[in-house]
């Protein structure tokens, strides 16, 4: 019985996230390029590009459902861009109306 207790658990767990898919945005520093929103937080997220903007480069982050963000690009990565938010109640709104539009579209 514990053991199939523990592959409930662990079968749950692994279905923690399927909701949670990369959502196409436009990422703004000169031009405007495709950005695939991969995690995101009221403080940062993270989105997969081909940009390259530079650390400190203000940047704009436009979501279909949520909407438009400013953000400071914080780091690069081989597959995108960290960008930095304020924590502020925009940024706050602007995290949940990105997560809930992920989870109410049908895959």
């Known amino acids: 019985m514990l053991v199939g207790l523990h592959r409930k658990l662990v079968d749950a767990s692994a279905m923690a996230s399927p909701w949670r898919r990369r959502r196409m945005c436009i990422l703004v520093a000169d031009l405007p390029v495709p950005a695939a929103l991969k995690s995101i937080s009221a403080k940062e997220a993270f989105v997969e590009t081909n940009a390259r903007p530079a650390p400190a480069t203000v940047v704009e982050l436009r ?34 109306a ?10």
């Open 63 to 96: 979501h279909p459902e949520a909407g438009v963000i400013t953000g400071i690009v914080r780091s690069l990565a081989a597959d995108g861009v960290m960008i930095g938010f304020d924590g502020s109640e925009h940024a706050v709104a602007f995290t949940l």
């Open 98 to 107: 990105a997560i809930t539009a992920d989870m109410s579209r049908p895959a």
